[in-house]
């Protein structure tokens, strides 16, 4: 008898799917201006060329609403062009053990939650643009490779594989990345999604936009990291490492925020240095707000 196929879990919350429409990925080059591939296609979104009409939907922006075209139908009509070739989306996701860190403001919402929600959330917009995309989920069990496709078999299998996905284990050393650099060819967009607080994690991002993919990098912080509401005594632990630390909170919170501000400083610097786009993502925000961040669609307060 056959196995009936495994559910595919539906990583995006409702209230977040009709927030998609505004978000367009397209390829920036370093100066800001968009990045365009080599030929033609027929994929309809945000591109140069009018295509058609279509009915206006909650979500659309404003601007590619056509105001003459409403003022003689007194109806909303999105123009809709034809734009260049397919991208190349790879997102990559650290899931090694820092990733399972839940937020106090939200029980049972860590990192991992949220890189999965955001995974989910660009494989959709890229389904909608047409565009291939591809997963590698690096962690204590090495890499873990959805390679490159397209459409809705596709992007079913890749929510399955961040559905099952678990945070363990410490980055994997260089070596075993190699593989790597044989999925995310040349001209990608490459997306990282993790804490950022690994060398390694920003080695290798540095010497992917070296090597000519265009890398964005969205860390995911915490609300205590932002905000080290602790009062009283105090165990602070590294998941990664072991290392504890018995201290009192209010005697080292200015001096915990003041040293994080400046690490997170000198790695929006490093990456900026680097042309790699960095945004900043804090578990208490709205989902929209980074990615609207990386791509520079509508306001992000």
Not at 214 to 243: A, S, W
Not at 262 to 274: E, G
Not at 275 to 291: A, F, K, M, Q
Request: charged share 25%; hydrophobic share 45%; aromatic share 8%.
């Amino acid at each position: 008898m056959a196995q009936s196929p495994a559910a595919v879990p539906d990583l995006i919350p409702p209230q977040l799917r009709p927030r998609l429409k505004g978000i367009h990925i397209s390829a920036r080059q370093a100066a800001g201006a968009q990045s365009f591939g080599l030929h033609q296609s027929q994929n309809r979104g945000a591109g140069l060329e009018f295509s058609q009409y279509r009915a206006y939907e909650p979500g659309d922006e404003l601007r590619q609403v056509d105001w003459k075209l409403y003022a003689r139908s007194d109806r909303f009509f999105v123009r809709e062009s034809e734009r260049d070739s397919p991208l190349d989306l790879w997102i990559l996701i650290d899931t090694s053990v820092s990733m399972s860190q839940e937020d106090r403001a939200r029980p049972g919402w860590s990192r991992l939650d949220a890189a999965k929600v955001l995974a989910a959330a660009l494989i959709e917009v890229a389904l909608r643009q047409g565009d291939r995309f591809g997963l590698a989920m690096i962690g204590g069990d090495g890499l873990r490779v959805s390679g490159l496709g397209a459409g809705v078999r596709h992007r079913d299998r890749c929510l399955l594989e961040l559905h099952r996905v678990a945070a363990a284990g410490a980055w994997p050393d260089e070596a075993r990345l190699r593989p790597v650099w044989e999925h995310v060819a040349a001209r990608s967009l490459a997306v990282f999604l993790g804490d950022t607080f690994d060398e390694e994690v920003v080695r290798l991002a540095e010497r992917l936009a070296a090597a000519g993919r265009e890398v964005l990098n969205l860390q995911i912080l915490t609300t205590e990291e932002r905000d080290f509401p602790f009062i009283g005594g105090h165990r602070f632990r590294d998941p990664e490492t072991g290392e504890e630390l018995i201290a009192d909170g209010a005697a080292v919170r200015d001096g915990f925020i003041s040293r994080f501000a400046a690490a997170r400083s000198t790695l929006a610097k490093r990456f900026a240095a680097s042309g790699i786009r960095h945004v900043e993502y804090v578990l208490d925000e709205s989902l929209e707000l980074p990615l609207r961040r990386l791509f520079n669609t509508g306001p992000v307060a």
